[in-house]
């Protein structure tokens, strides 16, 4: 994986460079185009997919047979929604990821991983404001 800084983040790429560069599962990232995201001739941008991920990571999870989050509650705070949206993103990437690899030491981490991000977040909000 290159160093990030290295691309402009607005630079139309292949899902299957992007997927390189940033990281990601490149069969995630063609679900995430299936699934609705925004190709321009087949290329895609981090922008465009950072901004469709958080929107629509239940769609994403839809189509990978992945059972779906709640998505942040209408009264929230502003930030404790994007809390919640994070948590979720990061969620869908675990376990995506662990719904994908034959490995079973990877199968377990990337499941632990999601079960820890759901319970710092459940925790996190469970805490009252400091004011």
Not at 7 to 25: H, L, N, R, S
Not at 96 to 112: D, G
Request: with cysteine; charged share 25%; glycine share 6%.
């Amino acid at each position: 994986m290159k160093d990030v800084s290295d691309e402009d983040y607005t630079t139309p790429m292949t899902p299957d460079v992007f997927a390189k560069i940033y990281g990601y599962p490149p069969a995630m990232v063609r679900l995430a185009i299936d699934c609705g995201l925004k190709s321009a001739r087949g290329k895609i941008t981090g922008l465009a997919f950072c901004r469709w991920f958080t929107a629509h990571y239940n769609d994403l999870r839809k189509g990978a047979g992945l059972p779906l989050l709640d998505p942040p509650a209408k009264g929230m705070a502003a930030g404790e929604r994007r809390q919640v949206t994070i948590c979720n993103v990061l969620r869908t990437l675990a376990d995506y990821s662990a719904s994908r690899t034959s490995s079973l030491e990877y199968k377990e981490e990337w499941m632990n991983l999601s079960e820890e991000v759901r319970f710092l977040c459940a925790s996190s909000q469970a805490r009252p404001a400091m004011n």
